[in-house]
């Protein structure tokens, strides 16, 4: 006959869990970067885009590709979106004495809002798997007239 095994249950050597631990980010927490502004086009035609990266995709967004988000976002999942950085309206006003909207300043300024925005949304564990989020991170066009849904892992 067989020796009978008995089953280790001792418990694992884990190091104990301190507060950066217990509320830092989760271990499946997209690191997503907004950065290079680029301002296009002139007179009425200009608008600015950002780059937004992860680790394995770059693409081009405008802040109304931000707004779009936010509204699929809103409309079709369960969770509670957070604030854009505002539209600056006051900025856009003629006959002003400076760049208004593309001001140095406050394009960067808005550059950190829409980064905070992006992450706030991608370490949301429900909005993780919204079709909308895994187009606006990784589609080089966005295709306003998808189907929206979940994406199957």
């Known amino acids: 006959m067989s020796e009978a095994t008995v089953a280790d249950t001792r418990r694992l050597n884990s ?3 301190d507060l950066t631990d217990a509320y830092g980010p989760p271990s499946n927490f997209l690191e ?5 502004p680029q301002t296009i086009g002139v007179g009425r ?4 885009t950002y780059e ?3 680790k394995e995709s770059c693409v081009r967004r405008r802040y109304s590709d931000f707004e779009w988000l936010k509204n699929e976002l809103e409309r079709d999942s369960k969770i509670v979106v957070p604030p854009l950085p505002g539209k ?3 900025r856009q006003l003629p006959f002003r004495g ?5 001001e ?3 394009i960067e300024e808005r550059r950190a809002g829409l980064e905070q925005f992006i992450n706030r949304i991608a370490g949301h564990p429900l909005a993780q798997n ?5 187009m606006f991170l990784q589609d080089e066009s966005i295709d306003r007239n998808y189907i929206p849904g979940k994406v199957r892992q």
């Open 15 to 17: 190091k104990p869990q």
């Open 32 to 36: 997503i970067d907004v950065y290079d």
């Open 45 to 48: 035609n200009r608008f600015t």
């Open 52 to 54: 937004v990266r992860m």
């Open 88 to 90: 600056a309206l006051k």
């Open 98 to 102: 400076d760049e208004g909207i593309f």
């Open 104 to 106: 140095e300043s406050f």
């Open 130 to 134: 919204e079709r909308c989020l895994h």
